[in-house]
């Protein structure tokens, strides 16, 4: 049995998720579909990317994931299926898959040429429906990629928001996401901080506010008591006990953060 993950900014209120899944399963009614997520903000490629990058691992070997955050949709972006060294990927060719590309797991890809695995018409509101679903439940069954479309080397990629150094002991990143709580997740990895000791002591601040150090855990701090921690992700993640720090701090995506580790013994 397959499993293929959908990835969408539908939302719960209309009935696309649900004819996606419609369609699959009137090609391969021995799939098994995963709801990865649907709440997307509207049109938000990069908070596409980021989502899915951070949970590809976690699936079986060869789960087929389709994404459809698609704001070009009916215009001139490409439909695109790629093979990663763990699963598939099926997606608009409009950046969503930067993550992936910059993490070297996407291997091959070739672009959905290939109509006679669409469903006719094809409407130009509706890929997800009409190309992206019924690839995904054919691919499922098995075989390889290439029968779906013709070979490519140019896929758009968009410039992610990096974090940088300066010095040895400061580090400067920004928020990637704010999840349904309101924790801040930033793309301050793990191991930046690592590297600054922070045994030794490290300062957190973002917009103006300094935060508390690590964590232990979210119940650790006071019921709305601002601080940080090492999130599953592996990202430094600034939240509110109890509470949403992206509310307290009036912070979106985007918002920048510091962090400065304890000056080092020479």
Same mark, same amino acid.
């Given at each position: 049995m397959r499993i293929i993950t959908l990835l969408t900014d539908f939302g719960s209120a209309d009935p696309f998720v649900g004819i996606m899944k419609g369609v699959i399963l009137g090609i391969n009614? #021995? !799939?098994?579909? !995963?709801?990865?997520?649907?709440? !997307?903000?509207?049109?938000?490629?990069?908070? @596409?990317?980021?989502?899915?990058?951070?949970?590809?691992r976690y699936f079986p070997k060869n789960t087929i994931h389709v994404v459809v955050v698609d704001p070009?949709?009916?215009?001139? $972006?490409?439909?695109?299926? =790629?093979?990663? =060294?763990h699963g598939y990927y099926i997606a608009p060719d409009n950046g969503v898959l930067s993550y992936l590309f910059a993490s070297g797991e996407i291997r091959r890809v070739v672009e959905l040429t290939a109509d006679t695995y669409f469903l006719r018409p094809v409407s130009q509101t509706f890929h997800g429906r009409d190309m992206f679903a019924p690839v995904a439940?054919?691919?499922?069954r098995g075989g390889g990629i290439e029968r779906f479309g013709r070979r490519t080397k140019t896929c758009t990629s968009l410039a992610l928001p990096a974090s940088r150094k300066k010095g040895e002991s400061i580090i400067e990143g920004s928020v990637?996401?704010?999840? #349904?709580?309101? &924790?801040l997740i930033t793309n301050i990895h793990a191991r930046e901080i690592s590297a600054l000791r922070p045994e030794k002591g490290i300062k957190i601040s973002i917009k103006?506010? $300094?935060?508390? =150090?690590? =964590?232990?855990?979210?119940?650790?701090l006071q019921t709305g008591e601002m601080g940080a921690i090492l999130g599953s992700a592996g990202y430094l993640e600034i939240f509110s &006990?109890?509470?949403? @720090? @992206?509310? @307290?701090?009036k912070a979106e995506r985007g918002a920048a953060v510091r962090v400065e580790g304890g000056k080092r013994q020479r």
């Open positions: 009614p #021995r !799939v098994h579909i !995963v709801d990865l997520c649907h709440g !997307v903000s509207p049109q938000d490629i990069l908070e @596409a990317g980021f989502l899915l990058h951070c949970s590809y070009g949709v009916g215009g001139g $972006r490409r439909p695109l299926l =790629a093979k990663g =060294a439940a054919h691919l499922s990637l996401h704010v999840d #349904r709580f309101g &924790n103006g506010r $300094r935060i508390h =150090a690590l =964590a232990e855990s979210y119940d650790s &006990n109890h509470s949403s @720090a @992206a509310r @307290a701090l």
